[in-house]
């Protein structure tokens, strides 16, 4: 068989694997019920299950930050939802594509007097600012958070409603962890996190231009 012919070939055999594909697959899911937050590891002891099934923190101080993270670092392409809840502080955060050097993207729901949204990356310790822009939201309420990260595409909506569609075309990461993080900022210097329905799935495997394209860059 010519190496052409088993390019072709290959490239078939793939898209029809595609296909045959086509279903989510649950990758992590905590609802908290049982009083367990099962898969998490907190860098601090304050992270508890409250009685009424929602996992939480609570933190006073100036700028005091902490995570808990879930996931593992292989983890590429997936869609992540939750339900996040801020008390006093204005931050709803979350960390994706974590590694193991602490590279990261976070994507944060600010509320007033800021009722905005931002994205940026840690590099070598570095905070690189990708995306900000308005978004009207309330203080003191849920909101149903989700990312999607497809590939460089990095999309994130905030109850429903796209609040931002970016492409990291500079050197993108491409695997990593999750986390729930919190932050008490320097104003209110208080902050009660909590998290309830925390749901990562992969996303659709599809066979359209976007899933074809990196198939034929393997086989080039």
Same mark, same amino acid.
């Given at each position: 068989?010519?190496?052409?012919?088993?390019?072709?070939?290959?490239?078939?055999?793939?898209?029809?694997?595609?296909?045959?594909?086509?279903?989510?697959?649950?990758?992590?899911?905590?609802?908290?019920?049982?009083?367990?937050?099962?898969?998490?590891?907190?860098?601090? #002891?304050?992270?508890?299950?409250?009685?009424?099934?929602?996992?939480?923190? #609570?933190?006073?101080?100036? #700028?005091?930050?902490?995570?808990?993270? *879930?996931?593992?670092?292989?983890?590429?392409? *997936?869609?992540?939802?939750?339900?996040? %809840? +801020?008390?006093?502080?204005?931050?709803?955060?979350?960390?994706?594509?974590?590694?193991?050097?602490?590279?990261?993207?976070?994507?944060?729901?600010?509320?007033?007097?800021?009722?905005?949204?931002?994205?940026?990356?840690?590099?070598?310790?570095?905070?690189?600012?990708? *995306?900000?822009?308005?978004?009207?939201? +309330?203080?003191?309420?849920?909101?149903?958070?989700?990312?999607?990260?497809?590939?460089?595409?990095?999309?994130? *909506?905030?109850?429903? #409603?796209?609040?931002?569609?970016?492409?990291?075309?500079?050197?993108? %990461?491409?695997?990593?962890?999750?986390?729930?993080?919190?932050?008490?900022?320097?104003?209110?210097?208080?902050?009660?996190?909590?998290?309830?329905?925390?749901?990562?799935?992969?996303?659709?495997?599809?066979?359209?231009?976007?899933?074809?394209?990196?198939?034929?860059?393997?086989?080039?």
């Amino acid at each position: 068989m010519s190496s052409f012919a088993l390019k072709a070939f290959l490239l078939l055999a793939l898209m029809i694997l595609a296909s045959g594909l086509n279903a989510q697959i649950v990758m992590f899911e905590e609802d908290f019920d049982d009083g367990v937050a099962d898969g998490f590891f907190p860098d601090s #002891e304050l992270w508890v299950v409250n009685s009424s099934g929602q996992y939480e923190i #609570e933190n006073w101080g100036f #700028e005091i930050h902490s995570a808990s993270y *879930f996931g593992e670092y292989w983890w590429g392409d *997936f869609h992540l939802s939750l339900d996040m %809840l +801020t008390h006093d502080s204005v931050h709803n955060s979350v960390g994706f594509r974590i590694q193991e050097n602490g590279n990261m993207y976070v994507a944060t729901l600010r509320g007033e007097p800021y009722k905005d949204v931002f994205l940026f990356k840690m590099v070598d310790g570095q905070q690189i600012l990708l *995306f900000t822009g308005q978004f009207s939201n +309330t203080l003191n309420d849920w909101h149903h958070l989700e990312v999607v990260a497809d590939f460089t595409r990095l999309t994130f *909506f905030v109850n429903g #409603e796209q609040a931002f569609d970016y492409v990291d075309e500079n050197a993108p %990461l491409l695997s990593g962890r999750q986390a729930l993080l919190s932050y008490t900022g320097g104003v209110a210097q208080h902050q009660l996190l909590q998290v309830d329905n925390v749901l990562v799935i992969n996303p659709v495997v599809s066979t359209d231009a976007i899933y074809l394209d990196r198939i034929k860059t393997l086989y080039r």
